[in-house]
């Protein structure tokens, strides 16, 4: 019956919304795979290390402050259990016990709205860079409260890459935006299922789904006709520098 609603109102389930850790691992993967063989690679902030996968033909060194304890589950999205085990370096992110010049590479993936001061990054990424060495970096360009206590910043904008990597030596390569306005509210129209059981006690009846479930055609359609929302709101930047 559920399916035959569906159908007759042109419902029919849409991916719209849902590609926003697909599309950001398919291009780390792909920025990875470019890396010289023998690269030395510092995934700073790397958590469980889920990239290191990608990193076989490359001397790869992880990095964390090891300090989220999921188990107090006590604001906003939090994860059921996390693993530190692994690690090469336990330290703060904007002070790395490492010599200048030590890495090739640096790669820091959904951490910087999770440091203090995220523009201190900048300088320590520097410092630990030879001269001409890749940074890849990916953050929120807007995102909920998530592994807290540790959430400082909801997210960045092109514009924050652009004045901080350009001051602190670096030379942008690329800045791409992940998913774009439509895609972003599709985004969280799936979540609201869990968001309005969490904190409006309440779960959606069949008819509040149908609705989502339009909304969210409503929003493919609109997606596919898109002409530069991204620069309103996206998922996030994918940035690509070079040390100079």
């Known amino acids: 019956m559920k399916n035959t609603l569906k159908k007759f109102l042109g419902l029919q389930d849409s991916t719209v919304g849902t590609g926003n850790d697909n599309t950001r691992y398919l291009w780390i993967e792909d920025q990875l795979k ?25 001397n790869y060194v992880s990095q964390d402050f090891a300090q989220y304890d999921p ?6 999205l939090q994860m059921e259990k ?3 085990t692994g690690l090469d370096i336990v ?18 993936i959904e951490v910087i709205e999770h440091i203090p001061d995220p523009a201190k990054v900048f300088p320590e990424f520097s410092r630990l ?21 540790y959430h400082y910043s909801t997210g960045f904008s092109r514009f924050y890459y652009e004045k901080h990597l350009q001051e602190n030596g670096f030379e ?10 439509f895609e972003y509210l599709a985004q969280e129209v799936r979540r609201l299922p869990e968001i309005s059981g969490k904190y409006a006690r ?12 339009y909304f969210l055609k409503n929003l493919e359609e609109l997606s596919s006709r898109d002409t530069g929302s991204k620069e309103l ?12």
């Open 129 to 149: 860079l030879k001269p001409g060495g890749t940074l890849i970096l990916t953050a929120p360009f807007c995102s909920l409260t998530h592994f807290a206590p």
């Open 71 to 76: 188990s107090k589950l006590e604001h906003g």
């Open 91 to 108: 330290s703060d992110i904007i002070n790395i016990p490492e010599p200048d010049q030590s890495f090739d590479s640096i790669m820091c």
């Open 233 to 244: 709101l996206c998922y996030g930047i994918l940035v690509v520098a070079r040390k100079k």
């Open 34 to 58: 470019k890396l010289p063989a023998g690269t030395r690679l510092l995934d700073a902030g790397a958590g469980e290390q889920k990239f290191k996968k990608y990193c076989s033909h490359l």
């Open 202 to 213: 309440v779960k959606q009846s069949l008819f509040n789904r149908m609705i989502s479930k």
């Open 82 to 84: 996390w693993d530190y």
């Open 172 to 181: 942008i390569i690329s800045l791409t935006e992940n998913g774009n306005y």
